[in-house]
C-alpha cells in the first residue's frame, strides 16, 4: 500500500535475532499504524494469554510504530505500545522527533521487539543493516552522557558502513535513562534531551529488555505517496494554517503554567490538594529569561512549541531541558509547590536525564509530598530527606531514589496507585485518597473539577487510555475528540500541529498518501470503534498484578470529588448525577453494557469474535 | 544582466529550529520525492539543541571544481553555483576532501555527487525557511570579492561554536565530550 515502506523488523532479544514482517493492506486498512495497528499486533500475538503476561516479563511486545503519515504532515511523531506496566492494558504514547522519518527511510514502518537481552543491549538499525549492539558501558548513564556516547559512536559506525559517503549526518535515538533500566513504572521512552513517550511505562519495558537504546539510520525516501502534488498542496495548506496559530509557536505548551492552568483552575497544586494559584511566576515571560532558543522543533514542524532553556549559572547551572512544556511546568512545578522557573527547568532536567515520565515521575513525588505534609510518611522513611513543598533539592534526590529503586524510591518506583496500594498495606491506612490516578496511571495536568479546562467530567474515566491526557473520553465529541486522538495516534500526527486540521482534512491527506478513501463516517463508526473495544478489552482483562472491575473503576479519583478549596472555582466539583449520567451515555455511544463491558453484538459487528470469546473465558462477559 | 542573480545563502545558525523543512524542499524539487539524505542542506544535529543547516559556501576559489579530476564540476557563470553533470561524476568523493566545509556528500542512492545548486537563483530552502519565519536561511546578494571560503567550516566545528554562544563553554564542553 502506497505511504508504507511495506516492512516491519522484528527482533527478538532473546535469540538475537531480526527479521523482517509485513501486513496485509486490509489490515493495514483498518488499523492505519501507530496505536491503532499496535492494538491489532498485541490482540493477535498476546491477547489470548493477556491476563498472563507480566508486562516486564520478555513475553511482553514493545512495539515503535510509524504511520502512513509519518513525514508527510508537519510534525512528525512515532507511537510507542505494548502491554503497560501502568494500566496492564494498553496504551499508544507518541514521541516526537526525527526517529520515524529516519525509520521509514530506513525501509521501515515500525519495529516490533519481543525476549530479553543478556546483557545490556541497543539496536541500531542502518537502512537494511541490522544489529544488537552490546550496551554495558553506557548502562546506568543518564540521558545526556548516553546520548553523546551513542552520537559518536554511531557516526562513526555508519561512516563505516558507508565509506567515501562525505560527512554523516546523525541517526535517530530512541533510549532510556536509569528509570527505565530499573523496571520503574514511571519510565518514559525519551529522545534528544527531553522528548519523552511517558505514559504506558513503556521505559521500563525497555529496560526490562536490556534494552538501552534504538539507533536508526535512514538513507531512502520516504515510501511514495499515491498522489504526491495533492499531498504537499495539503502539507503547505496545513503549514501555512499552523503559521498564522502564534500563541503556541511563541509561547510553546509552558502558556499554560499561568493562563490556562492557574487561571482556569485546573493545574495541580501541591498533589491536587489545589488547583489555582496566583503566583504569576509561571507566565511566559519569567521562563523565556532562560530560553536560548525561542523556536525549537522536529521533523517538518510549523509550531516549534518547543523552547530550548539553558541554566548557565548558580547553583543548577548546567540544566538544559526543553522549555519546560506546560506538563513538565506544572507536574515538576506547581504540584511540588516549586514557582520558581530556575528551579523547575532544574528539576525538569535531572527527571528528563534519569528518563522519568515528567507526569507520572511527578505524580509520585507530589504523593511522598503530600503523605510527609500529613505525618504519614517521615524524614527517616525518605531517607533523610525533607520533602516540605518548594524543597527542590529534596524532590530532586528522591526523583534519583524513584529512579535508581533506592530505599522508599523502590515503592515510589511502582507509580502512584501501586505505590498508595503498598503503602497503605504498610501503615494499616487508606491512602488511595490522596492517589491521583486513572487506572494506574497518574493524570495529565489538566483538572475537570472548575469545568473549564478541555478535560471534563468523565474524560479520563472511561478513557482506554486512562489518565492520558491527549485521548479523553467524551460523548458530544467522540467525532472530534476521542475517534480524531484515534486517528491521530495512528497516522501517526502530531496534536499541536494538527490543532486546528479538521479530521476531514486528515483523511483527504490520508487518501492522497495511500490511495484509500476512508470516510469520516467509516473512521468513527466502524474503524476507530475497533482499535476502542480491543483496547477497552485490555483494559479489562488486565493481569497478572492488576485487574480493573466493570464500571467501577470508571471513576475519577476521590481529590477530583473534593470541591476546589481556593480560587475563582472555590467550591466547585463534578456533579456525581451528572457523571454517572454522562457514563451511561458514553457506554451507550460505544457499544458497551451497563457495566462497561463490550457488547458481544457490538464486538460481532465490528469483526472481533475473539475479543467476544476472550471475556467471555475470562468470565467478564457472561 | 550577466551576474543580477548571483545570491549566496546567509545562515543564521542560532535561529534554525530544526523543522528540516529546507530539507523536505530542496528534495521535493530535486528529486520528487521527500527525502532528507538526498537533499543538498542538511541539518546536523551532533547535540540536540544546535541544528546546523549545512549546503554550499560557494568559495571564491571552488575548491572542488578544481580538485575534481573527471570535469563534473563546474562554477554556473549565471548564479555562481556549484553546477555537477552526474554523467561525467565517478563518485571518487575528491571534491568532498576539497571542501573546506566538508559540504558534498554522494546521492544515498546513485552514483553521484549532490552539491547544492541554488535551484537557478531561487532557492527553495530559503522560501521554506522564509515560511516559517525563522530566516535561519537568506539569499542575499553576493558580493565580489569577499572571502566566503571563511565561512566554510565542517559540522563539527559549526556545532563547537554554536554550542558556545548557546550554552557558554563549560557547559558545550560537557555536552560536547
Known sequence: ?622 | MVGARRIWIERDYESCSGCRRCEIACSLYHEGRVWPEASRVRVFMLIPGVEIPHLCFQCEDYPCVNACPSGALSADAETGAVRVDASRCTSCGVCITACPGRVPHLHPRKDHIVICDLCDGDPRCVEACRMGRWNALRAVPRVEGFSYRLYAKTPEILTSAVARRLFGEEIAREVEG
Open chain 1, 1 to 622: 500500500m502506497m505511504g508504507y515502506a511495506g516492512n516491519f523488523l522484528e527482533v527478538d532479544l532473546t535469540e538475537g535475532s531480526v527479521k523482517e514482517t509485513s501486513f496485509s493492506d486490509e489490515v493495514l486498512r483498518d488499523y492505519i499504524g501507530g496505536r491503532g495497528l499496535a492494538a491489532k499486533i498485541l490482540w493477535d500475538r498476546i491477547g489470548e494469554r493477556w491476563e498472563e503476561i507480566d508486562p516486564f516479563s520478555p513475553d511482553n511486545i514493545l512495539l515503535v510504530l510509524t504511520g502512513p503519515l509519518t513525514g508527510f504532515i508537519p510534525g512528525t511523531k512515532v507511537c510507542i505500545s505494548g502491554k503497560s506496566p501502568q494500566s496492564n492494558g494498553m496504551i499508544g504514547s507518541t514521541i516526537a522527533g526525527e526517529f520515524g522519518v529516519d525509520l521509514k527511510c530506513a525501509g521501515y514502518d515500525g519495529l516490533i521487539i519481543t525476549g530479553r537481552a543478556e546483557r545490556p543491549s541497543y539496536i541500531l538499525v542502518c537502512d537494511g543493516q541490522i544489529e544488537i549492539r552490546d550496551a554495558t558501558s553506557i548502562w546506568g548513564k543518564g540521558g545526556r552522557e548516553t546520548l553523546k556516547h551513542l552520537v559518536k559512536r554511531s557516526v562513526e559506525d555508519i561512516k563505516r558502513l558507508r565509506p567515501n559517503y562525505g560527512e554523516v549526518k546523525e541517526p535517530s535515538i530512541l533510549y532510556i535513562g536509569p528509570a527505565g533500566e530499573n523496571r520503574t513504572r514511571v519510565a518514559a521512552v525519551v529522545s534528544k534531551y527531553a522528548h519523552g513517550a511517558g505514559y504506558g511505562g513503556y521505559g521500563g519495558v525497555m529496560g526490562s529488555k536490556n534494552l538501552k537504546a534504538i539507533v536508526v539510520k535512514g538513507f531512502g525516501p520516504l515510501p511514495e505517496a499515491h498522489d504526491m502534488e495533492k499531498a504537499i498542496q495539503l502539507f503547505d495548506e496545513f503549514s501555512r494554517r499552523n503559521f498564522e496559530i502564534e500563541d503556541f509557536r511563541r509561547w510553546g505548551t509552558g502558556r499554560g503554567g499561568y493562563h490556562f492552568g492557574a487561571e482556569t483552575s485546573s493545574e495541580p497544586i501541591r498533589n491536587w490538594q489545589e488547583e489555582w494559584h496566583n503566583v504569576e511566576s509561571f507566565k511566559g515571560e519569567e521562563f523565556d529569561k532562560y530560553w536560548v532558543k525561542r523556536y525549537w522543533g522536529d521533523f517538518g514542524c510549523p509550531v516549534t512549541c518547543l523552547k530550548l532553556s539553558v541554566i548557565r549559572s548558580g547553583k543548577f547551572a548546567g540544566a538544559i531541558c526543553d522549555n519546560p512544556d506546560y506538563e513538565f511546568e506544572a507536574y515538576m512545578g506547581t504540584n511540588l509547590g516549586i514557582f520558581r522557573p530556575e528551579d523547575n527547568i532544574y528539576i525538569s532536567y535531572i527527571a528528563n536525564d534519569l528518563g522519568l515520565c515528567g507526569i507520572q515521575g511527578g505524580a509520585v513525588l507530589g504523593f511522598a509530598a503530600e503523605l510527609y505534609q500529613r505525618g504519614i510518611l517521615t524524614r527517616e522513611e525518605l531517607g533523610g530527606l525533607e520533602l516540605s513543598w518548594g524543597n527542590t533539592e529534596a524532590f530532586t534526590s528522591l526523583a534519583e531514589k524513584v529512579a535508581r529503586r533506592e530505599g522508599i524510591g523502590g515503592i515510589l518506583a511502582e507509580g502512584v496507585y501501586r505505590a498508595a496500594l503498598k503503602l497503605s498495606q504498610i501503615k494499616g491506612v487508606n491512602l488511595l485518597q490522596y492517589a491521583v490516578h486513572e487506572k494506574g496511571v497518574a493524570i495529565g495536568a489538566h483538572g475537570i473539577r472548575s469545568g473549564e479546562d478541555f478535560a471534563k467530567n468523565i474524560s479520563y474515566a472511561c478513557s482506554v487510555q486512562a489518565g492520558d491526557h491527549t485521548s479523553l473520553a467524551s460523548i458530544r465529541e467522540y467525532g472530534s475528540g476521542e475517534a480524531s486522538s484515534i486517528l491521530s495516534d495512528s497516522a501517526t500526527c502530531c496534536t499541536f500541529t494538527t490543532f486546528d486540521i479538521e479530521v476531514e482534512e486528515i483523511l483527504q491527506l490520508y487518501e492522497a498518501v495511500t490511495g484509500f478513501r476512508l470516510t469520516r463516517e467509516e473512521w468513527y463508526e466502524e474503524k476507530a470503534l475497533r482499535i476502542l473495544q480491543i483496547q477497552r478489552a485490555m483494559l479489562l482483562i488486565g493481569g497478572p498484578d492488576i485487574n480493573w472491575r466493570p464500571g467501577i473503576d470508571d471513576e475519577n479519583p476521590p481529590r477530583f470529588w473534593e470541591p476546589l478549596p481556593s480560587g475563582p472555582y472555590k467550591g466547585k466539583t463534578v456533579d456525581r448525577n451528572q457523571f454517572e449520567r454522562e457514563k451511561q451515555e458514553y457506554y451507550k455511544l460505544v457499544g458497551w453494557d451497563e457495566r462497561g463491558v463490550p457488547k458481544p453484538e457490538t464486538l460481532r459487528k465490528l469483526g472481533l469474535e475473539s475479543v467476544e470469546n476472550k471475556l467471555r473465558n475470562t468470565k467478564i462477559i457472561d
